[in-house]
């Protein structure tokens, strides 16, 4: 198996076209690199990278690895980003209920056990058909949506 590091020393082998300028960038040294693609190319069965005098260049297989790599390591940060961001989202917890006197008491000590920080917290109050509406449509109007 292939990591996703070594898909992200591919693509910044062959930004750079150079595996001494792509190890200075990113901060590692030529042989870290020179084994990566080792390790991937036998992984694969096939050469990314013909050398020459002035650096490296992708061959065929190598640009159709780099396109589906260039995708998954697109993929990957980007659920990093939606999913380190969604830490700092509270998550929502609503209650509708009737005009009771101890549901209200059971909703504030909820709150109190499970702390005001980590939710969004909300209540409504009404009539059965209310409560049963809200139960029926409020799940899928507050369903957060996440675009690219």
Same mark, same amino acid.
């Given at each position: 198996?292939?990591?996703?590091?070594?898909?992200?020393?591919?693509?910044?082998?062959?930004?750079?076209?150079?595996?001494?300028?792509?190890?200075?960038?990113?901060?590692? /040294?030529?042989?870290?690199?020179? *084994?990566?693609?080792?390790?991937?190319?036998?992984?694969?069965?096939?050469?990314?990278?013909?050398?020459?005098?002035?650096?490296?260049?992708? *061959?065929? &297989?190598?640009?159709?690895?780099?396109? @589906?790599?260039?995708?998954?390591? &697109?993929?990957?940060?980007?659920? &990093?980003?939606?999913?380190?961001?969604?830490?700092?989202?509270?998550?929502?917890? /609503?209650?509708?209920?009737?005009?009771?006197?101890?549901? *209200?008491?059971?909703?504030?000590?909820?709150?109190?056990?499970?702390?005001?920080?980590?939710?969004?917290?909300?209540?409504?109050?009404?009539?059965? @058909? &209310?409560?049963? @509406?809200?139960?029926?449509?409020?799940?899928?109007?507050?369903?957060?949506?996440?675009?690219?």
């Amino acid at each position: 198996m292939i990591s996703l590091q070594n898909m992200k020393y591919m693509i910044e082998i062959s930004r750079h076209q150079s595996i001494s300028a792509a190890a200075k960038a990113l901060y590692i /040294s030529q042989s870290t690199l020179s *084994t990566a693609i080792k390790e991937v190319e036998l992984s694969l069965g096939i050469q990314l990278f013909k050398r020459n005098s002035r650096g490296v260049e992708l *061959t065929y &297989e190598g640009q159709d690895y780099l396109n @589906h790599a260039r995708d998954i390591v &697109e993929q990957a940060e980007y659920l &990093e980003r939606r999913y380190q961001h969604q830490k700092s989202i509270p998550m929502r917890f /609503s209650v509708s209920t009737q005009r009771l006197p101890f549901s *209200t008491m059971s909703f504030i000590k909820i709150i109190d056990e499970i702390g005001l920080d980590r939710y969004d917290i909300a209540i409504r109050e009404g009539p059965t @058909h &209310e409560v049963i @509406h809200d139960v029926a449509t409020l799940p899928q109007r507050n369903r957060r949506h996440v675009h690219q």
